[in-house]
């Protein structure tokens, strides 16, 4: 029992080591002096914040532009898809109606299939739609994308509901839409916070579709800024790349700290009934 225990502890402490040295590379790096991420040694013999002074002066880099724009699509999306996942959710959780079973069966087949396979089917739509190059292409396709990848953690959380209280609710006069409001929503406040999170962290860090959709400076993600900064062949902007990876990463690793004992008893409630 002790051997299985100390190998337990080993391989965990082993995992999160592997997981956060890479981090605190990139941290290091970001106040090392000069343009290299190589270092003989983990901590820097000079440390500085020119590298950030540089980013947020907008000398050479647009990143506060970057910034907004990974803002605006992160929050907008947060909004809607958050939106159609509580609503849909609750639909195919209370309601019986007629292909329910089958819309069920379908997204769940649906979730077995990589987003990025259907990429091309939404880009050629987009360019039917005239929304190429568009913040509100992003957008739309992220809270619409959101439903079907958290609509079952979504349904079980308020399959953990007892019905009784719609049930209550519906004797004393209450509508459909009165019940959401004003007894489900009240009532979901961890799984609220647990999608809105995974919804604006999915938005802020997406590279892939955001680089196939947008074509123009100004309306650059920091996802492809930050791979622009580096990418191209006469650059050496690291330890710059590492200071905008840093700045990308505080804001969701606040909300995470922040609304973190809403993220757990959301994930576990949705999670019991499936």
Do not use: C
Not at 79 to 98: E, I, P
Not at 185 to 209: E, H, Q, R
Not at 236 to 263: K, N
């Amino acid at each position: 029992m002790n051997l299985r225990l100390i190998l337990t502890y080993f391989i965990l402490i082993t995992a999160s080591l592997a997981s956060l040295y890479p981090a605190l590379w990139i941290l290091l790096s970001s106040f090392k002096t000069g343009t290299s991420l190589y270092s003989e040694t983990l901590l820097p013999r000079s440390l500085t914040l020119d590298h950030y002074r540089e980013l947020l002066s907008g000398r050479k880099y647009d990143y506060l532009l970057w910034f907004r724009n990974t803002l605006k699509v992160a929050v907008f999306s947060t909004l809607f898809g958050t939106f159609l996942t509580l609503l849909g959710s609750y639909a195919v959780a209370r309601f019986r109606f007629a292909g329910r079973r089958y819309g069920l069966m379908g997204l769940l087949v649906l979730n077995m299939f990589p987003g990025f396979m259907s990429m091309i089917a939404i880009y050629v739509f987009l360019l039917q739609l005239n929304l190429l190059n568009s913040h509100w292409a992003l957008i739309l396709v992220y809270s619409s994308g959101s439903f079907l990848s958290n609509v079952f953690v979504a349904k079980g959380f308020y399959d953990t509901i007892p019905q009784s209280l719609d049930e209550a609710a519906r004797i004393d006069g209450a509508t459909n839409w009165q019940v959401f409001t004003r007894i489900m929503l009240p009532l979901s406040k961890p799984m609220l916070t647990y999608v809105s999170l995974v919804i604006f962290n999915g938005a802020w860090v997406d590279f892939i579709f955001a680089k196939l959709i947008l074509r123009t400076g100004d309306k650059t993600t920091l996802a492809i800024g930050l791979y622009d900064m580096v990418s191209r062949f006469n650059s050496t902007d690291f330890t710059i790349f590492a200071a905008g990876a840093v700045l990308l990463a505080v804001p969701v690793m606040i909300l995470f700290i922040w609304l973190q004992r809403f993220l757990v008893d959301g994930l576990t409630a949705g999670a019991a009934k499936g």
